[in-house]
Each structure stands twice: as structure tokens, then as C-alpha cells.
């Protein structure tokens, strides 16, 4: 069993930053591919970032140039740097936790809001 724990939302303007935590327990985490999701009010939730075991990295478009994805392996964290932020990236973002065939473990979420 995986448990994911997210860290770092809040409220930011446009054009800020902000850096999101998600500890991981319970497996070897570097072993795994890990993933940031989010969810918009009235949305569905859409894959933003992840990142193998192997370091490669995937971003979908709208996080292409200003989010980030990284591991600390020792720390058992996965971090998604978000900058330039835009009010249409006010969302609960969800780490998860990535098998061959989805994720199958999420964290809690944590909350991005950005006003304008």
C-alpha cells in the first residue's frame, strides 16, 4: 500500500509561484512512476505532469514551459513547481501514484488558487 500526502497550495496572484509537496510512504518509492493531476470546479481531472523511475518526464500542454516536475528520491517527495501562474490553473491537484495501467493511488489534494 502507497500513502500520499500533498503540501504547498494556496492562494497566489497571476504570474506567481508556488511549489507542491507529495510524500510518499509505504513502498520503495523509487521504483515507481509518479504523476500530478488536477481538478478544476465543474471539470474533469486531467493529467499535468509525471515522472518514471528513470527520471523521464512527461507534461501536458497547458504545463509545458511553466510547471515542473521532480523527485527526491531520499525524501521519498515528488514536487510540482508551477510558475507564471494563470487564474485557469486554479485547481485541487492530486499526486498519484502510477502503474502500467493508471494510477491507482491518490493523495487528498491540495488546493491552487490564483486570482487575477
Known amino acids: 500500500q502507497v500513502q500520499l500526502v500533498e503540501s504547498g497550495g494556496g492562494l497566489v496572484q497571476a504570474g506567481g509561484s508556488l511549489r507542491l509537496s507529495c510524500a510518499a510512504s509505504?513502498?520503495?518509492?523509487?521504483?515507481?512512476?509518479m504523476a500530478w493531476y488536477r481538478q478544476a470546479p465543474g471539470k474533469e481531472r486531467e493529467l499535468v505532469a509525471s515522472?518514471?523511475?528513470?527520471?523521464?518526464?512527461y507534461y501536458a500542454d497547458s504545463a509545458k514551459g511553466r510547471l515542473t516536475i521532480s523527485t527526491d528520491n531520499a525524501k521519498n517527495t515528488v514536487y510540482l513547481q508551477l510558475n507564471s501562474l494563470k487564474p485557469e490553473d486554479t485547481a485541487v491537484y492530486y499526486c498519484?501514484?502510477?502503474?502500467?495501467?493508471?494510477?491507482?493511488?491518490w493523495g487528498q489534494g491540495t488546493q491552487v488558487t490564483v486570482s487575477s
Open positions: 509505504g513502498r520503495t518509492f523509487s521504483m515507481y512512476a
Open positions: 515522472i518514471t523511475s528513470g527520471a523521464g518526464t
Open positions: 498519484a501514484h502510477l502503474t502500467t495501467y493508471g494510477p491507482d493511488y
